[in-house]
């Protein structure tokens, strides 16, 4: 049987055995697929899986990784069909995102999968998920890098972990998904992504230089201590910020501390990205005094992004060696659909 897939196992709870500390990531999972998926594998696509080692725990996850998976991607590009990244949900989003930056309209198949329960244990949600996700690698063109996640295909640029204990662990807000897999799935082609977005291949991803550090993430909240502003603008390894605002993007506009952190930033030449920290949305700018003068003062809109993709879409701008002012210039361009225009 000619391997059409190939599965990068990089740790995560699907492959993940009990110990005495609790779940961990365990090698061996080629052989313990085989015996979860049975008689299932004869009427699947044929596949090989390439375990990285060490594997991770998804909350050890760092931009490195990013450029370790487009490098893998990038040697077995030609010999496959299609490619499933088998991650830990804890930070799939964030995966999901930067590899849909790193390869735009994909030329082949990439899709992300997990599970909420670990391959082998009862009522593991695992089985489904990696038979759903060989079918479709194997299939036609998707274009969009994905998450195959409780029956549906996921746009991954608008991915949301939104639960830690229910089987429909992701969700994409502000986006519809791209197939529903039931008895008969359903591709909704017209949400794929189009023509005229511009395909990359991996090769390019793995040569990136990302930096770690270099975004950071600053949820306004009442009250915020100003030792937090002065932290950021220290920092020289940090280059950009997103700025998770209340409701449509308002900002407390009478702290001085706040205010006074916007244009150090400015002047310091690091790229802010506001976005809301609601759920479905996205920001307004101008619709409320509270947000008006931002954009004056060079703060990107972020639209309906999500926190992840907003991070993830700077570590790659920031990672090819553009300017802040390039970050900000090609910051609105659409590369794989993360916001609505």
Not at 20 to 43: C, M, V, Y
Not at 167 to 190: C, K, V, W, Y
């Amino acid at each position: 049987m000619t391997a059409e897939v190939l599965i990068l196992h990089t740790g995560g709870t699907i492959g993940m055995v009990p110990g005495p500390n609790g779940l961990a990531p365990a090698a061996g999972l080629q052989q313990r697929i085989e015996q979860q998926l049975g008689s299932s594998l004869a009427l699947l696509p044929g596949f090989d899986l390439l375990e990285l080692d060490p594997l991770i725990d998804s909350a050890d996850l760092t931009p490195g990784h990013w450029q370790q998976l487009a490098a893998l991607l990038a040697e077995h590009w030609d010999r496959y069909r299609g490619f499933i990244i088998l991650h830990g949900t804890d930070t799939m989003a964030y995966s999901a995102a930067a590899l849909s930056f790193m390869l735009g309209a994909s030329e082949r198949n990439v899709l992300f999968t997990g599970s909420q329960v670990p391959l082998g244990l009862p009522r593991s949600d695992a089985v489904a998920h990696l038979q759903a996700a060989l079918q479709l690698a194997a299939g036609p063109r998707l274009r969009n890098v994905g998450l195959v996640f409780n029956n549906r295909l996921l746009n991954g640029s608008r991915l949301r972990k939104v639960s830690s204990q229910q089987f429909p662990a992701f969700d994409t807000p502000n986006a519809a998904p791209l197939a529903e897999l039931n008895i008969r799935p359903q591709l909704h082609s017209a949400r794929l992504l189009g023509e005229e977005t511009a395909s990359r291949h991996p090769r390019e991803a793995a040569a990136l230089d990302f930096q770690p550090g270099a975004v950071a993430m600053l949820s306004l909240h009442p009250s915020m201590p100003a030792a937090l502003y002065d932290a950021i603008l220290a920092d020289n390894a940090c280059k950009a910020v997103v700025l998770q605002s209340f409701g449509a993007g308002n900002i407390p506009s009478r702290d001085a501390a706040f205010n006074a952190f916007i244009k150090r930033a400015a002047a310091r030449d690091k790229v802010i990205v506001n976005i809301s920290q609601c759920l479905q949305g996205g920001i307004s700018p101008g619709a409320y005094a509270a947000s008006a003068g931002l954009q004056e003062q060079g703060v990107l809109n972020g639209g309906d992004m999500t926190p992840e993709a907003a991070f993830c879409k700077l570590h790659w701008l920031l990672a090819g060696g553009r300017s802040a002012a390039a970050v900000r210039a090609d910051w609105s361009i659409n590369l794989s659909d993360e916001r609505t225009l």
